[in-house]
């Protein structure tokens, strides 16, 4: 049954780890494109769609709080892999609000477009 | 007809999945000694973990070579990878591999305490709201905007500017 356990553990970390490493390695090989990741759509009449790609400061506020999230996260369950590791009241509002803000961000710029053209 | 072609591909490949489940399950069913039941037991479960190893690596295996295609794993519909979906991804790999951790230490299945799942509900709850903004501006713009209309003929002070 031992053997039967050790097994289980090997299967897990072998597809586990592989799934893992595949991804990431086509996010650094290019297999994944990650073109773009900080440009966000924005409605302009001038453009023959309706709308136009512009660097995003919310997508980019957003992507440094993740990053920096996941990792803390990551390394409190290597240092205590015992349980899950408790998030404190402010982390949870710091990505709560990175991401309310982003979406608020990403929804005038859809909707409403820049504020130039709003003034014009 | 591209995806009926995979599939037949794949159809050699279950038959020896299978094939290979069944010899190690009648392997250990008659070569492990004790009691019936528990050699019955221990079939079944040797079996299922090598399907399941098996369909897994099959589809690794997939993954990697470019049979299943993930190239388009965080891009948009307009084009370009989304933010939403990348954070939506770093979550759940960071909260996957977590629990596998945390299982291979203390051998059980952990407590999930409710502020890991208010993490990967508040990251599903971006990429969702994030997808219905889109959709909801993108349908906004084709009622809005009669083709063939020019809507603004000012089209030459048009310049470059931040979306927040």
Redesign the interface.
């Known amino acids: 049954m031992r053997f ?2 050790t ?3 090997w ?6 780890g ?3 490493g ?2 990431f390695w ?1 996010l650094f090989t290019g ?17 023959a ?11 980019t506020q ?2 440094t709080v ?2 920096f ?2 990792l803390w ?2 390394l409190q ?2 240092h205590n ?4 590791p ?2 404190s009241d402010t982390l ?1 509002g710091a ?2 609000g990175s ?1 309310a ?3 608020a ?7 409403l477009g ?1 504020l ?1 053209n709003l003034l ?1 | 007809m591209a995806n009926q072609d995979n599939g037949k591909g794949f159809l050699p490949i279950f038959l020896v999945m299978v094939i290979v489940t069944l010899a190690i399950a009648f392997s250990v069913a008659i070569w492990v000694p004790g009691e019936p039941t528990l050699k019955l037991r221990l079939a079944i479960t040797y079996g299922l973990l090598i399907l399941i190893f098996l369909f897994g690596f099959v589809i690794l295996a997939a993954i990697a070579s470019g049979k299943i295609d993930i190239t388009e794993l965080l891009e948009e519909e307009t084009g370009g990878a989304s933010t939403s979906r990348f954070q939506l991804l770093i979550f759940t790999f960071v909260i996957g591999l977590s629990f596998v951790l945390i299982v291979a230490c203390n051998c059980k299945f952990p407590d999930v305490p409710t502020n890991v799942l208010a993490l990967l509900g508040i990251s599903a709850s971006t990429y969702g709201v994030s997808k219905g903004i889109q959709a909801g501006a993108k349908n906004g713009s084709s009622d809005t905007k009669p083709s063939g209309t020019a809507i603004n003929d000012g089209a030459s002070t048009g310049l470059p500017g931040r979306t927040i």
């Open positions: 039967l356990v097994m289980a553990y299967e897990v970390v072998v597809l586990v592989g799934l893992f595949i991804v086509k297999g994944i494109p990650l073109k773009g990741l900080l440009d966000g759509d924005v409605r302009d009449p001038n453009s769609d309706g709308f136009s790609t512009q660097a995003s400061v919310g997508r957003s992507l993740t990053l999230l996941a996260y990551l369950v290597i892999p015992r349980e899950f408790r998030l949870m990505l709560a991401q803000l982003y979406l961000g990403k929804a005038g710029a859809m909707f820049r130039r014009k």
